[in-house]
């Protein structure tokens, strides 16, 4: 429900979902596989070709391109050698692109930084500005005016020269219509213009160089003016040209050929010559990223190209480029002002709608591969000298053939991404195509039953610097550390592996949550945060927590992200008063990139422990660290909590989970079915999921019972099947509320125990048996966290209660005695419930 729209942005998904939002709508052709059911999106992909929903109205203020061309020549510019498009290329060649297969990693999701960000934005836009409304772009985010990566200052408003990266001194963004112009007298560029020549590197590229000398020089000999105003007619012309002939070509509707081009160096004729290059202007569309690449450089304006220097066409997937830059700075820049031109570009080669998805990797940073040379330098001295010495003095030969120390890694740089500096214009870029990319595939297939690939060990990549900047004050992992480490960091982060976007259904109940899930974790302490999802026990909260974590990691290399229950965070911060290691709790919750917390309610009439996560809050959002949420109240309804950590919960973006309609039950039932291995027919799951309604978790285990009741009795899933198996499900309302120590008393006396032998630590067969399905009837009969119910039996762990809840279902379909035994006290423990 809204509950207010000014002061909150909070909305509910239920309300506000456009009717056209379905998924038919919102995923044309891309991505592995997708298919809308009953409305209800299957999504397995990340594909959604709707970015130019998202992307930020061009600005007005902004020249285009080609008044960019003339308003940036001086009235009477000094003559400039014209460079070839060639010296443009020179450092940045492309690589020919890697066959994905043989580098044994699949595709990015396709589109994947922007199909879920336009999904949420198109949903805010469509929404109706009603007087309590605030516009859309804004309504929902918050305080801060954020969209996606995209942070659009409000007209007239101050405005840090660090978000644009040109170092220059802050000024102010011009109001509407208001254009920014270079001042050609003062040699000043507008901050729209990307690093000015005087603020570029000092070791330019030649060509470059002169080009930054020519802006410097104060004078210009007239015959110089005529020479260089010959060439800016010259290029006018052509520019005319080749719109005309993009213009004559639109009229045609010729359909595109697409031959490869072969890369021709542009001639520079007089003026006269302008229609014999006809032929040049009208190239034909490339099929190669690597040579829309090389249009993308030669098309670009110096200033612009120079953010390119270091960066790298990974690969071409459907109608998205991965572009990889060696450091966040670098990607704001090309996902934010650089994006319009390069997309044009891209199209306009490709013939075809092209968009960009920009990813990092460090080790195109030519400043740390400088270092990592220096560092590697002495000891391949050392190691020459010592081979000199064996070779002169054979007789040391056994000492000095000891093994080798296995080579030093090289200390990482984790220095936070240099804010103000236009990127490094210095070392070709790298052409050996090792090149990895660090998207991951997140991709899975559900109706064949492959499972989710984890992300890969984190410190595989060869770059030797956390993508994703510094955690505050960590000691990150060494560069090109092992695999032990890299489980370290996964097990660290501690997420459920089957917890992923690909997993989650998506329907009208939480398509708003989702939206912003994946918008968050594209873009982590950039796009919301916080965020909070909210909904009622069973819904999905936990489940799109751990899909933020694992879309993270898999699209940040060396992201640290920590999951945490707020009673674990509880148990953790007394246990640290208590053992006096209050810096390391802090450093566990305070060094990480993603903080997912979860269930904060429980955090409520805990004075001291909301004051320390008060202080985490601040220290990871003043950092820019992304923290997630979530509650099974909306944040005006946790009335135990602080008013300031309330009111900090509100200052990103709030969405709700909704209970699934019946056809997202269904769906999350076929999901269920398809990645668990299930066989059960369409009426079977109808049945289900009209006997389940409003949480997801009591839904997924009854069809675990029906299956395994079917398994253990040698029949087909069949309807009549099903209504045995479910005949004592108590219709929804009239649920009586299960308690841990119900559960615990029945399975207790069934087992012939105590309560004691429950919460004891004897592990004879028998009581590990029992105890285990307590455990899992407490799963899945009251609403209790994982850690809550660990405590309930002697304080144990949450992962041993997700192992019991594990075990038992495998059993359940292997041993019909393990089944009778659930089913048995199941019953008998609603039996007594209803009864009170
Ligand atoms: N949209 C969905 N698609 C697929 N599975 C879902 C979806 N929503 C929930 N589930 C599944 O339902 C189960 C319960 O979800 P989850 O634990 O995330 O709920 P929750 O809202 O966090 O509940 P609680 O507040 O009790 O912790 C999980 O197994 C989860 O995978």
Not at 119 to 147: C, K
Not at 156 to 172: C, H, L, P, V
Not at 364 to 371: I, V, Y
Not at 684 to 692: D, G, M, N, P, Q
Request: aromatic share 6%; with cysteine.
């Amino acid at each position: 429900m809204v509950e207010d729209h000014s002061a909150s942005a909070e909305f509910t998904a239920a309300e506000f979902a456009p009717p056209e939002f379905t998924g038919a709508e919102h995923r044309p052709d891309h991505g592995a596989e997708h298919g809308t059911e009953h409305g209800v999106e299957h999504r397995t992909d990340h594909g959604v070709d709707r970015r130019q929903d998202l992307r930020p109205e061009p600005d007005d203020s902004r020249p285009e391109p080609e008044a960019n061309f003339r308003t940036e020549v001086p009235p009477a510019p000094e003559p400039k050698p014209r460079m070839d498009p060639g010296d443009y290329l020179s450092p940045s060649l492309p690589i020919p692109m890697p066959e994905p297969s043989a580098f044994g990693y699949r595709p990015a999701p396709p589109q994947a930084p922007y199909g879920y960000r336009s999904e949420l934005e198109r949903a805010a836009t469509d929404l109706p500005a009603g007087p309590s409304m605030p516009t859309a772009g804004t309504a929902y985010f918050g305080a801060a005016p954020v969209v996606g990566n995209y942070r659009q200052p409000e007209p007239g408003a101050a405005w840090d020269a660090a978000d644009w990266g040109t170092g220059s001194a802050a000024g102010s963004v011009p109001n509407e219509g208001e254009a920014r112009v270079d001042n050609p007298s003062t040699n000043q560029r507008s901050s729209d213009d990307g690093p000015a020549a005087d603020q570029l590197p000092v070791e330019l590229p030649a060509a470059e160089a002169a080009e930054a000398a020519e802006a410097a020089a104060p004078q210009q000999l007239p015959e110089q003016q005529h020479v260089e105003q010959q060439h800016v007619q010259q290029h006018f012309q052509e520019q005319q040209v080749h719109q005309h002939v993009q213009e004559q070509q639109l009229q045609e509707q010729r359909p595109q050929q697409h031959q490869p081009q072969q890369q021709q160096p542009q001639q520079h004729v007089p003026q006269q010559g302008v229609q014999q290059q006809r032929p040049a202007e009208v190239a034909p569309a490339v099929t190669d990223l690597g040579e829309g690449w090389a249009r993308v450089l030669a098309g670009l304006p110096p200033n612009q190209r120079a953010w390119l220097t270091n960066s790298r066409p990974v690969t071409l997937h459907e109608s998205t480029a991965i572009v990889a830059v060696p450091d966040d700075f670098t990607r704001g820049q090309l996902e934010t002002r650089l994006r319009p031109d390069l997309e044009r570009i891209l199209t306009e080669s490709f013939g075809r709608d092209i968009r960009i998805a920009v990813t990092v990797d460090p080790s195109l940073d030519p400043e740390l591969r400088e270092q990592q040379a220096a560092q590697q330098r002495p000891q391949q001295q050392a190691q020459q000298h010592s081979q000199q010495q064996v070779q002169q003095h054979p007789l040391q030969q056994p000492a000095l053939q000891q093994p080798q120390q296995p080579q030093q890694a090289p200390q990482p740089q984790y220095q936070q991404p240099v804010q103000q500096q236009p990127p490094p214009v210095r070392e070709p870029l790298r052409t050996d195509g090792a090149y990895q990319p660090t998207i991951q595939s997140a991709l899975t297939d559900p109706d064949n039953g492959t499972q989710f690939n984890p992300p890969q060990p984190q410190y595989e990549q060869p770059a030797p610097q956390q993508t994703f900047g510094q955690p505050l004050g960590s000691v990150a992992p060494p560069p090109g550390g092992s695999n032990q480490q890299a489980t370290e960091a996964q097990g660290e982060a501690r997420l459920n592996p089957k917890y992923t976007f690909e997993t989650f259904v998506i329907g009208s109940s939480n398509r708003f949550a989702h939206a912003a899930a994946v918008a968050v974790a594209e873009a982590p302490g950039k796009a919301y945060n916080p965020q909070l999802i909210y909904g009622d026990s069973g819904l999905g909260k936990t489940h799109l927590l751990h899909a933020i974590g694992h879309y993270v990691r898999s699209l940040y290399t060396g992201a640290r992200v920590r999951y945490v229950s707020s009673e674990e965070f509880t148990n953790d911060f007394i246990n640290a008063i208590r053992d006096d290691k209050a810096s390391q709790f802090q450093r566990r919750y305070r060094d990480v990139d993603v903080l997912l917390i979860d269930d904060i309610q429980f955090l409520e009439g805990k004075i001291q422990t909301q004051e320390e996560f008060f202080h985490t809050f601040n220290t990871l959002h003043n950092a820019n660290k992304q923290i997630v949420i979530s509650s099974d109240r909306a944040p005006k309804r946790l009335e135990a909590l602080e008013d300031r950590l309330r009111n900090r919960f509100e200052w990103g973006l709030i969405t709700d989970i909704q209970p699934p309609d019946l056809e997202t039950r269904i769906a999350i039932l076929r999901k269920k079915a398809a990645t668990e291995r299930l066989t059960a027919p369409p009426e079977v799951l109808e049945f289900i999921a009209s006997k389940v309604q409003t949480n997801i978790r009591e839904l997924e285990g009854a069809l675990i019972r029906v299956t395994a009741f079917a398994s253990l009795n040698r029949q087909p899933v069949d309807l009549s099947l099903a209504e045995i198996v479910l005949k004592d499900l108590i219709p929804e309302g009239s649920k009586p509320e299960v308690t841990a120590s119900m559960i615990m008393g029945q399975t207790a006396s069934y087992f012939g125990l105590s309560i004691d032998d429950l919460c004891g630590s004897s592990r004879s067969r028998v009581l590990v048996t029992a105890r285990q399905i307590a455990m899992y009837l407490c799963r899945e009969l009251t609403d209790l966290s994982l850690p809550k119910i660990g405590q309930q039996f002697g304080g144990r762990d949450h992962t041993t209660v997700m192992h019991a809840e594990r075990k038992i279902r495998q059993l359940m379909s292997e041993r019909r005695s393990v089944f009778n035994q659930v089913t048995e006290l199941t019953n008998r423990i609603k039996h007594q419930a209803k009864q009170q």
